[in-house]
């Protein structure tokens, strides 16, 4: 058998992982939101549009984050580190 990569790589910041796992879910809850508006459950589909927003609020949060991480330069040299120990 193959060695099997981790879902989260260890070779990206944080605030990078953070930002593509929440826009990823934002996605799946806009999508989720929609098919219940286009069914007619629009009381229903409240909480997913909801949850959207507040995916995409968190994941432009930590874009902001990387970016500035980005430019400050403290991406440079990053190494493979367990989740814990990676940097922002």
Not at 11 to 35: D, E, H, Q, T, Y
Not at 49 to 74: D, E, K, N, P
């Amino acid at each position: 058998m193959s060695e099997s990569k981790p879902f989260i790589p260890r070779n990206k910041p944080r605030s990078w992982v953070i930002f593509i796992c929440a826009c990823l879910l934002g996605l799946g809850f806009g999508l989720l939101g929609l098919a219940f508006a286009l069914f007619g459950l629009k009381s229903v589909a409240f909480l997913p549009i909801a949850l959207f927003v507040v995916s995409w609020f968190i994941g432009g949060i930590f874009w902001l984050v990387f970016i500035s991480g980005l430019i400050s330069g403290r991406y440079i040299n990053i190494q493979h580190k367990q989740w814990s120990e990676q940097v922002w």
